[in-house]
């Protein structure tokens, strides 16, 4: 018995069947690229699905960049864009705003915004919130354009690593915050991201605020301690000697802790009030709001933060920092070799508080507000940090409508 | 097959088969068992040489890549914690295109490594063929060295040789590696030390011989690099074309891959089993024939998913491209190959050896390397150019072979389904009466009718066994095959192949159904007991399908084949384990070119080390030896045990058919007896050139194997059937008993005959069929031999017979003016005196030649009663030379 392969009849329908299944699979694709056109390319469902595609979405974490995104809605509506402003909390002020062609939404919290966030459908996506794609908040298949907007006056490299690097633009307000970002850009092989200077809306805001709500007139110097929190904060290294020798000097003192001190630090913060409790001459503030107890203070002392500058470039007032040993570490500032912009600047701005000098902070202060060079280095910083000053908002709203413009162009 | 099993197979599977197929081959070529073992490492190592450069390279790129992560990476490790930590992590990752399973990449070296030890392990610690094999100073390649004496213990140089230079070469490599590595490297050299030290030599030797490749490569990469010189790719690879981008290179990889793992794994086995399941199933033990398609489907989704896959990913991007090329030309060059090639090689067994073998002629081999090469610039050009395209193609290509995997194996299935229940278990008797007529017919499948005249003179004790025989040299057979032939042999002329394609209104296999119940039935109705055993094609099964007869009760069938088969679960395992390594080789070999092929097939040893004839010492084991053959040899050796002898006066009638003389293989001389080891070198040295009485010569010699197994088998029948008379003898009941030995058919022997293709020099293109010449007239010239009732004396008689006269001389005597039961003829002699009669060629295999009337028939025209005269045959649609 033998087995006989009869390799024609094989090679026949080989063939035949590579002519059926090779039909099949061209028809199964045109078939298949027909119904993706029905589904997805087809004029009504293209226009239903641009219609539930937003133009212009803000998304803020914290109602903190209240005033950045006000006076961006504001001019947004007055312009007629539609934008839809979602905010992570829900006692946003910005929520109980109406607005003709601004919708404000509350996202939810934690994950149930960035869940939203994740999917959302839009042409750009616009925050002040970084580290997208790094944390939670990921990048959603249907945005186009994602571009952020710095809320600080100083060093973009303050980000918490990777902060900027998956969004497609970053609005700055410093010529060196660009370099900075194309160093960083640089650094980890990444691609240029569109870098546009517009200026700081949160700076302009409160520069125009001042103007409406001039300091009010009084006697005497009013100082303005306000720590930040830590182990290496005013409190924890100087404390109750900071305090006292501060009320040895005579002038009205106001007492700022850090809301986060409130928790974290409870006890040290009812065992100062115990010990300095309110007065005459010092005063406890623990308003919502800054801008009244900046308004009214002549000099600021304070750890090392974004006030700071507020204070300086807008109030045009000298500080007194202390804290400046600033662990880069977990900062985008560790990538780059250049000095932070901030640590070039501070001494131009005031002094330096050390434990040498902690003591004599009376004639210390003194110096800092008669010292004509402070006045020239708020000068200097304003150039370096604070482009187009009073245009933030007009060139921010110019660059979205335009990137939206562009966008549905290239569709 | 468990998990683990198939897993094993899988993964393991295809590098134990290339150790195997590797070793095998330099062991043919080289006699050297030890040596043997150097060049397997050599060749081994080789391949995997680019392997290993590649896996050092990546290596060293995932050291390099860890060094310049690592700052960074314990920064954040320091400044972030939990979830951030986690999150600021992974940005990195991303940033610097990493990904943790990366640092595998690193291991890869070792992790290639384990697999190919394992299959190492495997193949070498188990293999038959080092048993006490002495090489250098180790004195059993099969066992621990213990070349060191020391007190009586012994201990085993060779593993810590190897683990020495292990060492060296480990020293050598990680030279400026960290600590890590090194460590990692010293601990890996006594782990082998552990593992090997116990192990047989030659596994030993063979890892030492690789530790000391890798020495040297080490040693090597030291040097200074010389610029290597290029290989060119041929133009259409690397032309001026568009590249293929490395997407469709991958695809283009991965489709054509998938596409030859089903053509060798599934397409190609389940072709061969489907052309004759049957032969697949133990009718003892019947169990799906489809089980076969397990184990080439994963040898060949192992070589060509895995190990290929493995191969290219640790390809360079650059390389891909080419590799995927190749890929794509293999697919298409294979399936030319298959479906256009080495496919007239003749016929196969179910043990996958070819009756003839593969022999290429030098033009057939260069023909088909012009294919392959205009095969490989088309597919290459026409990939480059239009990959997608041939993305599709290839896509489609795999889904039909899918398709025709399936209607393979459910064709398989199908045919399973209708033997599985077919063959009778019961213990085959042959009943014989003492008092009244025995009539026996035994059909020998395929005897020669040349033969006896030098098998009785080469013993003639079987003279005196055979005696009362005629021998009848002047018969004529109406085909060459069994399909075509017996009919006539069993039915009379009215079954001759004109005659079964006149009837056109009845199915052939009706037709053949008939012929074979015209003796039994006719003898029943004239009172005969009547047996029947193994009937030829019976209902067109090789299985003889018994229940033709079951309109007849009172007959007597059985399927005898197998029943009396000794060793049975050594046969079947050795059977299972050959067919499940070489149904994958077939399949390789099938879409290889064919200048390869002989190597590849190996004299049907398709390169296989530890073969039960090299490896089994003990002579009596029959393991190995063709089983179709042993099937119908242990048949006739039981036919003294199965014969019953009654005193009743009834008469009996016995028609049996055997494949003895069919299902041929070597035979031990002079007693002609199945062997493992055959050598027949010294008698044949002494008795190669057979004589007759006549004085006339057959050089079985310097003969073919194939037709020196004919000869043997021939001889092995006769001594078989001389015991049987001789017991017939003792029982009292030869002189009452007619006996008719007789063939369907002969076979194209050129020792006996002549080739009508000389005749017609023209038509020799189309004087083979099937791998078979089918014009040499010793096909046509069948056994017959007949004795009487009481007759005496061996006789020869040149009268004029064809074996269409069986019926005849059966009932000669027995059945008066018999008729055809079926036809209501009367069966006669006659039709044989026409002026011409005409013999048929059509094609053998009853699965395709199933319909009313022979398919593309061939016709013999023979004339004048006279076998040996060359002027008789002819071939009328030929044109004759002047």
Known sequence: ??????????????????????????????????????????????????????????????????????????????????????????????????????????????????????????????????????????????????????????????????????????????????????????????????????????????????????????DGTTVLLAPSWGPSSIFNRFGERMIRSLMATGHHLIIRPHPQSLTSEADLISKLRKVFPDSGTLEWNFDNDNFDVLNRSDILISDFSGVMFDFALVFDKPIIYADVSFDKRPYDASW???????????????????????????????????????????????????????????????????????????? | MSIGQILQQLILGPIELLLDVIYAFALRKTGSIGGSIIILSLA???????LYKRADALQKEERDRAARMKPRIDQIREVFTGSERFMILQTYYRQNHYKPYYALKGSVSLLLQIPFFMAAYRFLSGLQVLQEVTFGPIRNLGAPDGILQIGGTAINLLPVLMTAINILSGM?????????????????????????????????????????????????????????????????????????????????????????????????PSEVIKSSPDEFVDPWRPSSPVAYLLSPALLAAGFFLIWCSIYFHLLKEKNRQTFAIISGVAAAAGTINFMAFGNSYGDMSAMLTYERGPSVAAGQWLFNIAVILVVFVLTALLIRKLPGLMRSVYLACCVALAAMSVMNISAIQQNYRSIADAPRKEAPTISLSRSGKNVVVIMLDRAVGGFPPYIFHEKPELLQQFDGFTYYPNTLSFGFHTNVASPALYGGYEYTPDEMNARDDMLLVDKHNEALKVMPVLFLENGYDVTVIDPSLANYKWISDMRIYDDYPDIHGFNAQGYFDENVEDT????????????????????????????????????????????RKETDSLVGVNPSFLKNYWVMQNLTAITKVRSSPENCFL???????????????PDYTPKLHVDNTAYEADHGIRTAADGSELDIGSATELEQSHYQCNMAAFIQLGRWFDELRKQGIWDNTRIILVSDHSYSLNLLGFDLADRYPEASESSWVNGEPWTITSAYEPLLMVKDFNATGFSTDT????????????????????????????????????????????????????????????????????????????????????
């Open chain 1, 1 to 218: 018995m033998f087995l006989y392969i009869d390799p024609g009849t094989g090679s026949m329908l080989f063939t035949v069947l590579i002519g059926v299944f090779g039909a099949l699979i061209y028809a199964f694709r045109n078939v298949l690229l027909k119904v993706r056109i029905l589904f997805s390319g087809g004029a009504r469902a293209r226009a239903k699905a641009d219609a539930e595609r937003e133009e212009i979405v803000f998304y803020t974490d914290s109602k903190r960049y209240w005033n950045i995104f006000k006076p961006l809605c504001d001019e947004m509506d007055r312009r007629g864009q539609k934008v839809l402003y979602l905010t992570a909390e829900p006692d946003d002020p910005l929520l109980s705003e109406t607005y003709r062609h601004i919708r404000c939404e509350f996202a939810g919290e934690g994950n149930k915004a960035y869940a939203r966030m994740n999917f959302i459908r839009a042409d750009i996506v616009f925050s002040s919130t970084p580290g997208l794609d790094v944390y939670q908040w990921k990048r959603s298949r249907d945005v186009r354009w994602y571009a952020h907007i710095i809320h600080a006056a100083n060093d973009v490299t303050r980000y918490r690593m990777f902060g900027l690097d998956y969004f497609d633009a970053v609005l700055v307000c410093g010529e060196y915050q660009i370099r900075q970002i194309r160093g960083l850009e640089q650094a980890r092989s990444l691609p240029e991201k569109e870098v546009v200077l517009v200026g700081l809306p949160q700076m302009d805001y409160l520069m125009k605020k001042r103007r409406d709500n001039p300091p009010p007139a009084r």
């Open chain 1, 336 to 411: 780059l070799d250049e000095e932070m912009w901030t640590l070039t600047v501070l001494d131009k701005l005031g002094k330096q508080l050390t434990p040498e000098n902690a003591d004599e902070i009376g004639p210390l202060i003194d110096y800092c507000l008669t010292a004509p060079e402070f006045k020239a280095g708020r000068e200097q910083a304003r150039i370096e940090t604070w482009a187009h000053i009073g245009e933030s908002i007009r060139l921010t709203a110019d660059y979205l409508i335009s990137k939206k413009e562009s966008l549905q162009d290239q569709k």
């Open chain 2, 44 to 50: 081994v190592n080789l391949l995997l040489l680019p």
């Open chain 2, 172 to 268: 050598l490599y990680s030279r400026d590696m960290p600590l890590k590595s090194k460590i990692q490297m010293y601990g890996l050299a006594l782990v082998f030390l552990v593992l090997l030290y116990r192990s047989p030599a030659g596994l030993v030797f063979y890892w030492t011989l690789n530790n000391l490749f890798s020495l040297g490569k080490n040693a090597l990469s030291r040097l200074p690099h010389k610029p290597v010189p290029k290989i060119r790719m041929p133009r259409a690879i690397t032309g001026k074309l568009p590249r293929i981008n490395s997407t469709q290179s991958k695809w283009i990889f991965r489709i054509c891959c998938v596409f030859l793992a089903l053509l060798t794994g599934l397409l190609i």
């Open chain 2, 572 to 615: 079947r395992q050795y059977t299972d384990q050959i067919r499940n390594r070489n149904l994958f080789c077939y399949s390789i070999i099938r879409i290889s070119p064919l200048l390869f092929h002989a190597e590849m097939y190996d004299d049907g040893d398709y390169n296989q080390t530890d073969l039960p004839r090299r490896t």
């Open chain 2, 655 to 669: 028609m049996m058919a055997t494949e003895e003389t069919h299902d041929i293989t070597p035979l031990q001389e």
């Open chain 2, 799 to 882: 009268a004029f017979m064809t074996n269409a006269d069986t019926p005849v001389l059966a009932f000669g005597g027995t059945v008066d003016h018999p008729v055809n039961p079926f036809t209501g003829n009367p069966i006669v002699s006659d039709p044989k005196y026409a002026g011409e009669l005409h013999l048929m060629e059509t094609d053998w295999h009853f699965v395709n030649n199933d319909g009313f009337t022979f398919s593309d028939p061939r016709f013999i025209t023979f004339r004048n009663q006279d076998i040996t005269n060359p002027d008789n045959w002819y071939i009328e649609d030929w044109e004759q030379e002047d």
